[in-house]
Structure formats: C-alpha cells, structure tokens
C-alpha cells in the first residue's frame, strides 16, 4: 500500500517537518520550496495533506499564508501547536568564537534576536530554516552558523553549539492541516471546534463594525481577525478570522446572516476542532 504523504514548506529538518512527523507519523512529510508549491502538491493530488505555519507567538503573522489561504482552493482540517526550539549548527569542530554571522529564515533570526546581539554577529535570511542548515553543510565556513531545529543537524551532519537558544520559552507555532476535499467530513460534535473564515465588507460607512456587530449580540468569541490586501486596491480590503463554535450552532448562524448582508464577499475555509493547547493559555 502506498504511503500516504504530507506537504510542507522548507528543506527537510525544518520546524514544519518536525510538525508532520509529530502531528501524522504515518505519513511520509514531502518539502516544497513556498507554499504556492505546498498547496499546488495538495490540490493535485500528489500530496493527501498539506501542514502550514501561519503564526508564532514571538514572531508574528506568517508572510503571505493568509493571503494565500483564500485561493488555494483547499479547506483546514485542523490545526496543531508546535513549541519551537531552535539549536545553534555549526560545521564539525568549529568554535563559538570563530562565527561572525548566523543564518537563518527571518523568522528563525527574529526569535533568537537576543543571542544574535549579545554576540553581535551580523545575520543573513534564507527562505527557511532548514535550508540554512543545508547551505553551511554543502558549504562548510566556520565563520557561519545556522539557526535551525535539531532535526536539521541530524540529516546535514552538523554540531549543534548551543540549544534551545530562542528568545522566549514560550515559542510555539500553530499550523493549520489543508486538504483539497472540498466537502471534508465534519469534526466530531464533542469537541470544541473552531471556524476559518474570510470576507471582504462592503465599501459603506462603518461597514465592518456592522458586519463584526452580529458575532458580539449572538455572544460568539472571535479569536482572530485579520486584514490584508487583496490585488493592491487600497478600498478591497479583505478580512481573514476565526470564531468559535459551527456554522450550525444558532449563535453563529445568526453571525453569519449579519455578517452576510454587509460583505461583498464571504467564504468558509474550514470547520475544525480547537487544538488542547489553546486551553493551556
């Protein structure tokens, strides 16, 4: 029988390869240079799944993803928290002193900010964390090192100098599970579920207090909105956004209907069950 198979993002050893082993063992994790490639691999076919990063609570808002996220044409699933542990790599037998500059994803650099100045070493981002790993093992210079997860040394054959060297203990990344089923079965009815969503408010005075109005008079939790541009028109601003509960629940049905009537554009990107994690918080 043929293996089922994940996409993600980055070079193998990255955090999002971390993920797909942690989160679905059984299935092989596939890397993609960008997400556009990630999402193309799920809608043709050629991967079942797809595990994204989206946010991180040190760094912020992933680039790009919930601009992409609409047109994908895929639906979430899930989503999975992932704490963030990022180890210091070097070439074999190189010294903490000999490293000028450290390489990694932007994300990666953001995270570890405060050894990077504590050491004062200039920084250098690549498009993901692992590749930084990669890169320095193709090309050894001990005046480098790479910022990246203890997978990576593992399968490019580095030594790790320093662990764990992130800024905040707290790190953690939150993945959404793509799928290109476009009617995926729902989650089960008794676990608490949470529902994606995007929509672009009519361009009316007081448009989106209006539209958000619904969510607060039916009593449901937004956890999450966001705005991003969509084709660089300055009044077509579209609106990404999580709340709690299924589009079924009466409260926020009634949301929707609301929200509904001041939007141009409206679209449900999945229904899924809230992760254990959110409730550590």
Known sequence: MTKRRIAFQGELGANSHEACMSAFPDMEPVPHATFQDAFDAVKGGDCQLGMIPVENSTAGRVADVHHLLPSSGLKIIGERFKPIHFQLMVNPGVKLDEIKTAVSMAFGLAQCSKLIRQRKWKTEAVGDT???????AEHPDPTRAAISP???A???GLEILARDVEDEHHNTTRFLIMTADKTPPPPPFTEPCITSFVFRVR???AALYKAMGGFATNGVNVSKLESYMEGGAWTA???YAEADGRPEDRGLALAFDELRFFSDEFEILGVYPADPFRARG
Do not use: E, Q, R
């Not at 692992?130 to 320095?136: I, R, V």
């Open 150 to 152: 203890a997978l990576a």
């Open 203 to 205: 361009n009316l005075p």
């Open 154 to 156: 593992d399968i490019y």
């Open 130 to 136: 692992a590749g930084a790993a990669k890169a320095l």
């Open 237 to 239: 601003t579209f609106f």
